[in-house]
């Protein structure tokens, strides 16, 4: 059995048998420090902003090539549209879809208020 440390290293010949151009060398064993807690909070934050920029672009995406949509429509089309990026939160879809009603970006309708409409 082999002990491996950081301090290793590893070179290969340019034509060492391998069929695709570039392999990756994963060294099992190694213990990675994990970073501060004020760092992974930080990096938590940033994520759910870019989600949110990401849910609001996707909801109004919709709305504007459907004009009219019931809100339960939207939510679903909206969270197949994230499907590819991240696994959308319906209370987080709920939310952007109450800021951007009061940006102006969408209304209820008066008679159904499941049904919104976009303004902008």
């Known amino acids: 059995m082999v002990c491996v440390t950081a301090r290793h290293t590893w070179a290969l010949p340019h034509n060492a048998g391998c069929k695709r151009q570039s392999e990756r060398l994963t060294a099992v064993g190694l213990q990675v420090p994990l970073p501060p807690i004020d760092e992974r909070k930080k990096v938590i934050e940033d994520l759910d902003k870019d989600r949110r920029y990401a849910v609001d672009a996707a909801i109004v995406r919709t709305m504007k090539s459907r004009k009219v949509l019931q809100h339960q429509q939207l939510?679903?089309?909206?969270?197949?549209?994230?499907?590819?990026?991240?696994?959308?939160?319906?209370?987080?879809?709920?939310?952007?879809?109450?800021?951007?009603?009061?940006?102006?970006?969408?209304?209820?309708?008066?008679?159904?208020?499941?049904?919104?409409?976009?303004?902008?």
């Open 75 to 120: 939510t679903m089309e909206v969270v197949q549209q994230l499907s590819r990026m991240f696994k959308a939160d319906f209370k987080l879809i709920k939310k952007r879809i109450e800021d951007l009603m009061g940006r102006d970006y969408l209304e209820r309708d008066k008679d159904n208020p499941n049904l919104l409409r976009y303004l902008a």
